[in-house]
């Protein structure tokens, strides 16, 4: 929509009057209200949102939003998104998923997205676990974990959301945790900001089935010395007063105390380096979330998105031809007359 | 036409004929496809009625020389209302042994061989399997046989020019063309100037070809071995312009032509399969009409992102064959919810599994009918002719966007590669197939605030309201599980549940009131009735015919409507109490009409990956009329 | 029985009924299904026939209070056999406001309500939507109620413990248990001790429980408020050993013991789905018998795993729901295709699309049949009670292995969760259901060495020759691309293409001479005749008695082969000329019936999420028999 | 099979009796050879090789090879493989897929066999086109690619397979090419050895409708100027007399004149490195097969696999348990008799 002002909104604005149907206590819960407080500040018309998700406790989403919606079925979502993109640059379009919904059905869907550069905001609820179906493990449950379907514990490397991602030309990728609203609401922000497909993974508790997954690292007590703030430009530190690090050379990258190796020697975030390899590095510091763990925004590059280049060839054909002739079209090929 | 070729056809003697079947044979590299095709043009310009068949193997290119890498055109032309792409071949032009040994058997018994001698080597009859050779073994002696060394006349056609042997070969196809087009008579002129702008990019090759061309020609002309040409003349057609389409460009150019007449962007999300390719090839060509094309990561994404983008307000269509519609099930069973126009195009090959990805079959009705979860009824229309897939995906889009349904669409790769004459529509006496958006709230909530209710119906449709993405105060939420009456919140209420699956058969049910009464052939005294539907039409057209030559009575019906059925069709079938169903496949409408009408319908089953033919038709009507006498 | 239960039982009146349908109704969070299923095992140990009908929302968990958190739990228990889980509650226990505002009106006119008036808050009034209290504005005046303050007692009972206030409310549901237990003398012992073991982890809770539920029970015996407890005398049952089963844990042990029938090792590649996912769970515990079971990325890969494990020589199968059977709809064909023995098991719910994940529906019985492109026929067995899906589970091993292909097992939600008591059978009774794979070669190739055709057929059941992967000097290829007859190899021949798809049409067809003959019950001479497949069978038994008890005629089939259909099913319609099918669909049985026989059946359909109650099938009889007198 | 001696075989013991069907000239047959020629050295017999294949000219595969094999689906291979892996340890599956059969509609299944790490060996022959289906452009397909189905050229960003398989806890990832059929034994014999899912990314080239697509880096008069031979250990060099090398520090990676840096400034290769880091940043060197491309092992690390795992908790179980017993699984639950 070609736009006059935006009219001022509050969270209540954002709000269907549906009632919302998750466990109490549940993450999900914080999430939807940062996304709610979220939205007013991002300079969009309720009537221009949509949401589309999937299937999952997750992908209930939608239906607490006053916006538009789907709840689509299990897997599809960004799929079913990337046509309406497509078909609508001018609606801003969220996909909501959950880590089985984004990474174990849908795993294709979401990598050929993330190519495309499908202009979506994609939020993974990580819970590693299948809450709607009442738990059993998910692509991003630890190894070892005890599940209703692996009684004797999953034998399976989980993904790293971040990694694949990064490992699927994604232009816009990261991470927040459901115990900072401040943070979710900035990364949600940023991530929408983003011209293309931009992902974030959110660490999400299922106090049901799979409680206290990141507690290791996203507590209040934990959170500085677990939790590694990206910053574009900043060197990368955290812990009480930035004691610690991490620095990259020859020997690849790790985490460091400052004190051992000066200021200088640290890794400067670069979330706009073309090349996402050192992003790449940074996904892979922790193996699961009870080693400190980066969050932010771990790339974010300008990439033309899809649906703009689909607008421009479609121009570009009708600035050769013209606007389609249908009666032309039906002459193109050879013709002869009976009289 | 130019003087050389008036010239060239006043000189030589030419008998008039009505109709012949020639089959162009050869090697996959030989480039059969583009050689018939190029003929079925030029006869089409000429103004004969035609049919073609085109036969090609599943591999890309399989060894030169084999019989698994025999490509063939077969071509019918005549100077009347033809149905068929015919039965016997009258000329099979074999441009190796395999060719000659794979397409021999079906050549008409008085039927003529032209062979490419030159490819005659004892490495080829190997290849193709021949001990013997055909041509000393009495293999022949049964037709007219013409021995033409055309490898060795097109290299020396195009020595001047300096071409390699090697490449000079390539235009020997050309050569064949150019011989064919004498002995019937073509224009030449068409052909040399679609050469000039096919090859437009190498210079070269136009020059050689052209070359080849002229030398076929005037061999036929000049060389003892045709005494005299034939004539086909141009068929009686009903005055118009007229051009020469297959089921595939047709479908895309009628999906195109539904846009514009709903006042509505198309999209098509797809994913590449053999024979439903083209229509993704044709339709991503033309982005100046703002069509949207996206080549999807799989059929599921194709299906999705059409979803996707009705969701919008898009014309969404999905394109594929039978083993992408059993992967798209799912997502279509979410349109159905959803109630969202979507047109799903089945191009059918057979099967099961991979089956026979070349060659053509009917066999996905009863899956398009029922192939998803719950009670999931969704509309079905089938085209009958390649021309004919214009009119029916003009007619698909009406319903998906009249009812707010996803709609079946049926093909199969006969009428998909299959070319026919068309009389061009008059744009202007299209129909009118636009559809509304809410604008305006149409209702209250909980609250009493007014809101919209996406799954209020028109009473009369029972189509749902439709507000797009974008329209102010109309924001609403849908989704698969099942959604109260009206509003569309979910709802896990009993009552409302089964109301909602009423709601939706009714829809669909009362699609039958909207659509064309089933047309009865023949009078309903008639001992017989003959049920169709799709591609079968040409062939059952042909079949009755004959019957009907012969004195018989035989009535007929032939369905582009099968799910509903037209609203007429149990009370002209109540006339008869024996039914034929002729289908490429065991018999799926003949169950469904079994079912619904409880007539003793017989299915007649063809699944060898060909058309039937009118004779077999003929043969099967008869046999019925006789055991029904039996009786 | 211990000392103490059976002193309670001795010291109050107790007045004997033969059968009484109880409902727990509460929150999610309350426990109701543990209650419910407890209740279920304590009386099946008693030895009363039983049978259940757990109800739950969709939602993981609605919020607290409300009616869509509703979770309830009905149980039918009687000193003779019964059907079904019961029509009208005759006590319906309700644990707050929404549960007695959601399911009062299921209860009989004449029963009982039992309130946990502790819940009755304005708050919890307003929930549920009550803008007056039920119990002063008349609502219950109908029904004998009790009031019960259920969660101060649970916390006095538990006081002494020490147990916090807010962890003593958890116990309230075994207060209520405790409670209904005394009133319909339930044997206390057992279920004390199941409560030690259930809650091993944590003694406190293990404590609390026991108390709450001794609470309950002494409440009960010492209240004013029930004059006198009830009692439902075991029932006549053959003699043997019993143990209470759901329909998933029955199907998940008729795999394993079919793997055992076999001696072939089971594989088990699945998506977990509702409601399915309990046989994944189940399977994935028993490793110790070699079952390997794979949590699959999706359906696709879940049916893909088993094939490859198939293809491997493993006894695989595949579980799922409506959803995820529409999308395995192309990997099922490749199974038809290679005719490698393939078990789909489609536990069906409430559709279309997502539709109603956790209530029931038989509305997938098309799809089975019909949900794949080409002609890909394929068995279908579908179990009438959860203890049947053992035996539904063995006889689909047994065709699929005996004839190399994939079958269809039908089960629902109904069956999946609901329980039954089931006389275990003798294991050495069980059918030998093992296969021979190829060990010798069966042909030669062209060179005429020594091969295996795998499609060299058995030539009394047409089953393809099988030859395991490790197999020296059986080495061959197959695809999902048609195959030539004995050989497999890659054949595109018209005629061989026909011949195939007849010969795997020829396959099934004759699997209608391997199973057990339709069972006519009733005289051939009755006026109608009652056809239903799957859960309805309670039902409609039910309804079947309750119509003779009026000393009407009526003849019944129960089919557990639907595809093909036993062979004598023809001839035994053929009494008929009118015939009733109820389904919980439109009417999908009904329309293969009519297409195959021409009977003019009519259906019976109820689609609300519910099974059909002995009274909806009584009435619906009475009806067509009126009608068809009046014919 | 717990073996005895295995039969020495020679390239024809591989070879079926079906006639070849690829077009004149495809890079197909000289995989098909190479293969042929790797498994006489691999000592396997032939009874218990099994090669799975989707749906493509490349899927055609399994029927030239005179062993065991499926030509399945579009895209499944990896799960179907994945099921007769789990079921059969003993057997040797290796999956052959085209990069559309692998990439677009099978991307799922390989990504989660990579992460499961099932016993396979994986051949991905990348022509970066979809040559059965007669020339549309596929997930490995330039930006910019004019096909059939993109007349306008494509406007999507291809995958990189080896970083896509690296950001997909891959345990082995290699590539090779058909031109070099040395190399390519190599490769084969490697993937093959090492236990769990191994990725061989095989650049090939389809003459009909794409010809040409690794030339420039493939063609025996570039090749040493625009291969990167990756070796275990070594100092990665290339270019006439080992002319250039790579080098990683803070900045990151990037190709250098030996002669600028010294030979010690040059990165050494570790495959066996378990953090996929470094090697993802090698993947991320060439943007595409016009750029010095490294080629051979990127990655080797032991992980336990899927299946052998599957039989350690089958074991573990009959351990505890005893074998099963069905007549005791029946009563496992509570019973009582009726007499
Ligand atoms: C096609 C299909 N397969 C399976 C299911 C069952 N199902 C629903 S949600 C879900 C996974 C939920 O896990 P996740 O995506 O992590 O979401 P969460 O509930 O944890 O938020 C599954 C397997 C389904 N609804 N549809
Ligand atoms: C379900 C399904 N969808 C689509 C197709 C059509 N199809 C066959 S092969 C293929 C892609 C071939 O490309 P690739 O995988 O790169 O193999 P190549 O032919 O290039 O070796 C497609 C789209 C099919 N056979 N089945
Ligand atoms: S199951 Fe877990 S994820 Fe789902 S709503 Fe409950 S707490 Fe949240
Ligand atoms: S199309 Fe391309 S890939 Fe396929 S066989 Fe021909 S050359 Fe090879
Ligand atoms: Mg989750
Ligand atoms: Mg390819």
Redesign the interface.
Same mark, same amino acid.
């Given at each position: 929509?070609t736009d006059t002002t935006i009219p001022v909104t509050t969270r209540k604005d954002w709000t269907?009057?549906?009632?919302?149907?998750?466990?109490?206590g549940c993450g999900d819960y914080s999430i939807l209200a940062a996304v709610q407080l979220a939205l007013p500040d991002m300079g969009v018309?309720?009537?221009?949102v949509?949401?589309?998700s999937g299937?999952g406790?997750a992908a209930?989403f939608?239906?607490y939003?006053?916006?538009?919606?789907?709840?689509?079925?299990?897997?599809?979502a960004p799929?079913?998104?990337?046509?309406?993109?497509?078909?609508?640059p001018?609606?801003h379009v969220f996909v909501v998923s959950g880590d089985g919904d984004a990474l174990?059905?849908?795993?294709?869907?979401l990598?050929?997205a993330l190519?495309?550069?499908v202009n979506l905001t994609i939020l993974l609820f990580n819970n590693q676990i299948?809450?709607?179906?009442?738990g059993?493990?998910s692509?991003t449950s630890e190894t070892g974990k005890v599940t209703?379907?692996?009684?004797?514990?999953s034998?399976?490397?989980?993904?790293?959301p971040v990694?694949?991602?990064?490992?699927?030309?994604a232009t816009f990728v990261a991470r927040t945790h459901d115990m900072d609203r401040t943070h979710m609401i900035e990364m949600v922000k940023r991530a929408h900001a983003h011209r293309g497909t931009s992902i974030v993974e959110i660490y999400q508790n299922c106090n049901?089935f799979n409680d206290g997954a990141f507690g290791q690292i996203t507590s209040k007590q934990t959170r500085d010395e677990m939790l590694i703030p990206l910053e574009h430009g900043k060197p990368i530190r955290f812990g009480a007063d930035g004691r610690r690090g991490v620095?990259?050379?020859?020997g690849?990258?790790r985490v460091v105390d400052v004190a051992d190796v000066g200021e200088d020697a640290l890794?400067v975030h670069d979330e706009m380096?073309e090349?996402?390899?050192?992003q790449?590095?940074l996904s892979?510091l922790a193996s699961g979330p009870f080693e400190p763990t980066p969050i932010g925004v771990f790339r974010a590059v300008e990439?033309?998105d899809?649906g703009t280049?689909?607008n421009q060839?479609?121009a570009?054909?009708?600035e050769?031809?013209?606007?389609?002739d249908?009666?032309a079209?039906?002459?193109s090929?050879?013709?002869?007359?009976?009289? | 036409m130019s003087d050389t070729s008036t010239k060239h056809q006043t000189e030589t003697r030419k008998e008039s004929i009505d109709r012949v079947i020639i089959r162009f044979a050869g090697d996959s590299g030989d480039g059969m496809q583009l050689t018939g095709d190029r003929f079925t043009?030029a006869s089409?310009?000429?103004?004969n009625d035609l049919v073609t068949l085109p036969d090609f193997p599943a591999e890309i290119r399989a060894p030169a020389g084999t019989i698994a890498g025999v490509s063939a055109f077969q071509v019918h032309i005549s100077d009347h209302d033809i149905t068929t792409p015919g039965d016997a071949p009258d000329v099979l032009v074999a441009m190796n042994p395999a060719a000659l040994r794979s397409d021999l058997n079906r050549l008409h018994p008085a039927g003529s061989v032209i062979l490419n001698v030159d490819a005659f080597t004892e490495r080829n009859l190997a290849k193709a399997g021949y001990d013997a050779d055909p041509r000393q073994d009495g293999t022949l002696d049964a037709y007219k046989v013409y021995e033409v060394p055309m490898t060795e006349l097109t290299k020396k056609s195009v020595e001047h020019l300096g071409v390699k042997p090697r490449d000079a070969e390539r235009s020997k196809n050309f050569f064949a063309l150019g011989l064919v087009s004498w002995m019937y008579t073509r224009p030449v002129e068409?052909t040399l100037e679609?050469i000039k702008d096919k090859f437009a990019k190498s210079p070269d090759v136009i020059e050689a070809n052209t070359a080849a061309f002229k030398a076929g020609h005037a061999f036929g002309e000049t060389a003892e071995l045709f005494d005299h040409a034939y004539e086909v003349k141009?068929a009686e /057609?009903?005055? $118009?312009?007229?051009?020469?389409?297959t089921g595939n460009?047709a479908l895309a150019?009628g999906l195109?032509?539904a846009s514009?007449l709903a006042n509505m962007?198309l999209?098509l999300?797809s994913y590449p399969i053999t024979p439903a390719s083209d229509i993704l090839h044709e339709l991503s060509k033309? /982005?100046?009409? $703002?069509?949207?094309t996206?080549q999807?990561?799989?059929e599921?994404?194709g299906v999705?992102?059409?979803?996707?983008?009705?969701?919008?307000?898009?014309l969404?269509v999905t394109t594929t064959s039978g083993p992408g519609v059993a992967l798209k099930g799912?997502?279509i069973g979410?349109a159905v919810s959803?109630e969202l126009p979507l047109v799903v195009v089945d191009i059918q090959r057979g099967g099961p599994s991979t089956g026979l990805p070349t060659k053509t079959e009917a066999s996905d009705l009863l899956m398009a009918m029922y192939g998803r979860h719950g009670e999931s009824p969704m509309p079905i229309v089938a085209a009958s002719t390649p021309a004919e897939c214009f009119d029916a995906a003009i007619e698909a889009c009406r319903i998906a966007l009249k009812y707010r349904t996803p709609v079946f669409l049926l093909s199969d790769g006969y009428l998909a590669n299959g070319a026919e004459p068309w009389?061009?529509?008059d744009?202007a006496s299209l129909p009118d197939i636009s559809t509304s958006f809410a604008t305006e709230p149409n209702g209250t909530?909980?609250?009493g605030d007014p809101v919209h209710h996406p799954y209020q119906r028109d009473p009369e449709t029972l189509a749902r309201s439709w507000a797009l993405?974008?329209?102010?105060?109309?924001?609403?939420?849908?989704?698969?599980?099942e959604k109260a009456d009206v509003t569309g919140?979910?709802s896990y209420d009993p009552a409302n549940h089964e109301r909602m699956v009423q709601l939706r058969q009714a829809k669909l049910d009362g699609i039958a009131a909207d659509i064309p009464p089933a047309v009865l052939d023949g009078d309903p005294d008639a001992d017989l009735v003959v049920i169709g539907w799709g591609s079968t039409w040409g062939a059952i057209s042909g079949g009755i015919d004959r019957v009907r030559a012969r004195g018989k009575k035989v009535a007929r019906i032939h369905l582009t409507h099968l799910h509903p059925f037209p609203a007429n069709l149990g009370e002209l079938l109540s006339h008869f109490d024996r039914a034929l169903v002729p289908e490429m496949n065991l018999g799926q409408l003949c169950k469904v009409l079994r079912a619904e009408f409880l007539i003793d319908a017989r299915p007649l089953s063809k699944v060898r990956g060909l058309p039937f033919t009118a004779p077999e038709i003929e043969a099967a009507i008869l046999d019925a009329l006789e055991t029904g006498a039996a009786q």
């Open positions: 929509m269907s009057d549906q009632e919302v149907r998750w466990c109490p018309r309720r009537e221009d949509v949401f589309v299937i406790c209930r939608p239906y939003m006053n916006t538009y919606g789907m709840h689509s079925i299990h897997g599809r799929a079913i998104a990337t046509g309406l993109a497509m078909a609508r001018d609606l174990s059905i849908g795993g294709n869907h990598i050929h190519r495309r550069n299948y809450g709607l179906t009442k059993q493990y692509p209703k379907s692996t009684p004797f514990g034998i399976e490397k989980p993904f790293n990694s694949v991602a990064l490992g699927a030309e049901v620095v990259l050379d020859a690849g990258i890794l380096a090349n996402p390899s050192v790449f590095m892979r990439r033309p899809y280049q689909v060839q479609l570009a054909a009708q050769r031809n013209g606007p389609g249908l009666e079209l039906l002459r090929g050879a013709t002869w007359e009976v009289a | 043009s089409a310009l000429f103004g068409p679609w141009p /057609k009903l005055p $118009g312009t007229y051009t020469n389409i460009t150019w195109i032509a514009k962007p999209f999300g033309h /982005k100046n009409f $703002g069509v949207r996206l999807a990561e799989d599921i994404a999705g992102s059409a979803i996707g983008a009705a969701y919008g307000g898009h969404a799912e997502a979410l959803l009389q061009l529509p744009v909530n909980a609250a993405p974008g329209t102010p105060g109309l924001e609403h939420r849908i989704g698969g599980l919140n979910v």
